[in-house]
């Protein structure tokens, strides 16, 4: 099993649609979470930190089910621009610091 | 300003060469990593540096030997390329003593291997 999994996609939507990742992770005993964001043939950029509470940046909502393990991304009135790939992203080891991607979820945002 | 710095860009050579990549950071972090993306655009961790201190060592082939001369810099250099090495190799760095520090990356050095 991998340690982050997420669906690959593409999620092709209409612009001004909602549309909501989910990513599993398998250690229980992972630290932090992250969303970023990555164009094609660009480096990965953070979206935003998760939290337990769940939290909001604009068109952006993310939370977290630690009991379930899964993390989501909600998107709402999409924009042609918002067209990527959403990495989920957790650290495994509180000394290591190292972030475990998930493969990725493609999100195709159409005129 | 660049925040997280690599050279080159792109790397094209043959099978059986040695290649450095460099990496360079003026965000002041003190810890450095380097992530390997394959074709399949899997991003993970191959190594991290702390204050110039070797913390993390993947699996991976000890022909891939990272080198950090100060907390700003961590180089990777690569002994007998082969044809698996072609990859977009990314260098990233963080700061601060917890798991949720967020890192901030470069835009990747495309290495293709003839």
């Known amino acids: ?111 | 300003d660049t925040a997280v710095s690599q050279t080159p860009k792109y790397l094209v050579t043959q099978m059986g060469n040695d290649k450095s990549i460099k990496c360079e950071q003026n965000l002041g972090h003190d810890t450095m990593y380097w992530y390997k993306q394959d074709s399949k655009k899997f991003l993970k961790i191959m190594f991290s540096y702390n204050n110039k201190e070797l913390i993390i060592n993947e699996t991976v082939p000890n022909r891939f030997s990272p080198k950090s001369p100060d907390k700003a810099h961590l180089n990777l250099h690569i002994n007998s390329l082969e044809l698996g090495d072609s990859a977009v190799y990314f260098c990233a760095s963080s700061q601060g003593a917890g798991a949720n520090q967020p890192q901030h990356f470069g835009d990747g050095t495309r290495l293709s291997i003839l």
């Open chain 1, 1 to 111: 099993r991998k340690e982050v999994e997420q669906d690959p996609g593409p999620f092709n939507v209409p612009e001004g649609a909602t549309v909501a990742f989910n990513c599993t992770y398998s250690n229980s005993a992972s630290q932090s979470f992250f969303w970023y964001r990555q164009d094609c043939r660009k480096e990965p950029k953070l979206l935003m930190s998760v939290y337990s509470s769940g939290n909001e940046d604009g068109r952006f909502t993310a939370q977290l089910n630690r009991a379930s393990q899964y993390i989501s991304l909600l998107i709402r009135d999409s924009k042609l621009s918002d067209s990527a790939t959403y990495l989920c992203v957790v650290t495994l080891d509180t000394g290591r610091r190292a972030l475990t991607f998930g493969s990725g979820t493609r999100l195709q945002v159409q005129p």
